[in-house]
């Protein structure tokens, strides 16, 4: 049995979990006329308990109130609303619905892709993983600390590489002497030479992005959330990114990779998650995923809006949702009365 950590409550001890992760039968999956999320082919056909479960997310929403100079929505704003915003002082806003009703369960040794255009709610998929963001509704459960590395990691431009590994690493959690000892190994992974002593605002993207990568593979992170950064890196280091990954994968950790390109997924990944208007359009093994998000994006690109629309919608039907069902605690020992002594 595998111990959970709620990521926003801790879970109770003794609590099993796993129990509640449930999939539909097959006789839900034929009877219920398509649905969408898990394209349940037989490796995603769970047992009921399942010791392997690193991540789940139940029925995630996230929404931004944002401002807007949109004068139609402005408008289009009850007078009471406009009222209030103009007594508050504040800006007319609309809300963006980032994520609406996520969840996906994911496995040990499992490297999860995730597809989509442009705002369709991929880093805020991330985000939410990592805890960073708490989402509007919905619960997020890890099995251990997720560990986000994205184009934008908090890593300072003024300072070396050398002191940005230092500081990247007590952050991870790691002692100072544990930094110490893992700064050789992060070097080389970089491998980005005598650059390691300049400060990280002279670097191009690609340097910074393997610095990037080298410093969160070192933490040995069971959950690895990765947001683009290995699309900087030339050829040679995806490669190496690539077999660190696996290696990561067969020590039984989880990966989540961002990315634009299908073909990146197909390779690198195991499973994959088109997600669309912040909605879970497939999540199934990556190659198929894959081959439907390119053969949709290429519709789409090349003006052919109502094959594109179809394609979405034969996805969407595709598939099967994910019910997570947190079981409810055992009820407290109550001794039967005929059990009592007279
Ligand atoms: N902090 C924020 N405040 C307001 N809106 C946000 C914020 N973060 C994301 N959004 C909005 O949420 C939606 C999803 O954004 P997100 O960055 O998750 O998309 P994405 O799929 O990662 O996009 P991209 O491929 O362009 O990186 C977008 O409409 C975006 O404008």
Not at 119 to 134: N, P
Not at 216 to 243: H, N, V
Not at 246 to 253: I, T, Y
């Amino acid at each position: 049995m595998c111990s959970f950590t709620r990521r926003f409550r801790p879970l109770r001890p003794g609590h099993s979990w796993l129990a509640g992760v449930r999939w539909p039968s097959p006789s839900e999956r034929s009877s219920s006329g398509g649905g969408r999320r898990a394209m349940a082919g037989p490796e995603y056909a769970p047992p009921w308990e399942d010791a392997s479960v690193t991540v789940a997310v139940s029925d995630v929403h996230v929404r931004y109130r944002v401002p807007s100079s949109d004068k139609s929505e402005r408008r289009a704003t009850p007078l009471p609303a406009r009222a209030a915003n103009r007594l508050l002082g504040r800006e007319p806003a609309v809300i963006v619905r980032a994520l609406a009703g996520i969840s996906l369960v994911a496995r040990a040794g499992e490297s999860i892709g995730v597809v989509g255009l442009n705002g369709s709610g991929k880093s805020t998929l991330l985000r939410i993983i990592a805890g960073l963001e708490k989402p509007m509704r919905g619960e997020i459960l890890a099995s251990s600390t997720p560990i986000l590395l994205g184009v934008n990691a908090a890593l300072l431009p003024e300072l070396s590489g050398e002191q940005n590994v230092h500081l990247g690493c007590l952050a991870m959690g790691m002692s100072p002497a544990q930094a110490k000892r893992a700064f050789t190994e992060i070097v080389d992974l970089a491998d980005i030479g005598k650059s390691i002593y300049l400060p990280m605002k002279t670097y191009s993207s690609g340097m910074s992005g393997r610095l990037r990568f080298a410093i969160a593979m070192a933490a040995d992170p069971q959950i690895l959330l990765i947001d683009e950064a290995l699309a900087t890196g030339d050829a040679a280091f995806k490669d190496r990114s690539g077999q660190q990954m696996k290696e990561m994968r067969s020590r039984a950790g989880t990966v989540f990779l961002v990315s634009h390109a299908a073909k990146t997924v197909e390779e690198e990944c195991t499973r994959a998650l088109w997600l669309h208007r912040g909605r879970l359009v497939i999540d199934g093994p990556a190659f198929d995923v894959a081959q439907k998000y390119r053969w949709w994006a290429w519709s789409l690109a090349h003006g052919e809006t109502d094959k594109a629309a179809g394609l979405l919608e034969d996805a969407f039907r595709s598939g099967f949702d994910t019910e997570i069902r947190s079981p409810e605690p055992p009820p407290p020992h109550v001794s039967p009365r005929h059990a009592r002594h007279q």
